[in-house]
């Protein structure tokens, strides 16, 4: 796994345990994604246990940042529905990312069907 691969999946490592916990669909979720990238077991089990001591990290380039940014949002609807917390990182996120409140609502409404009430 490189290292934009491997910071993109700490960062998601970060989302999913940021409300408290990270729910038994993330962790599959999570297993899936470090399955696919190539991300040894021991590794992820690693990062698991040390997720709430993760900061996250910002992506440099457009295309990272709105491929970060669509990976946190597919994260935090595994569990179906966005926890409070989920969001508001997303939307702190998002912000760093340059990414305007406007726009994150038209990439939450157009990516999921999410609109903010």
Do not use: W
């Not at 490189?2 to 490592?13: D, Q």
């Not at 990290?57 to 409070?84: H, K």
């Not at 917390?85 to 912000?95: C, F, P, R």
Request: proline share 3%.
């Amino acid at each position: 796994m490189n290292s934009v691969k491997l910071e993109h999946f700490r960062n998601l490592v970060s989302l999913s345990a940021i409300d408290g916990r990270i729910e038994e669909v993330e962790r599959v979720a999570l297993s899936k994604i470090a399955f696919e990238q190539g991300l040894p077991l021991e590794r992820l089990n690693l990062m698991l246990n040390r997720a709430s001591e993760y900061i996250y990290l910002i992506p440099q380039n457009t295309e990272e940042r709105e491929q970060q940014l669509e990976e946190m949002i597919t994260l935090a609807l595994v569990d179906g529905d966005f926890a409070p917390a989920e969001l508001e990182l997303i939307e702190m996120v998002a912000e760093k990312l340059g990414f305007s409140k406007k726009e994150l609502d038209v990439i939450l409404e157009t990516y999921c069907g999410y609109k903010k009430i």
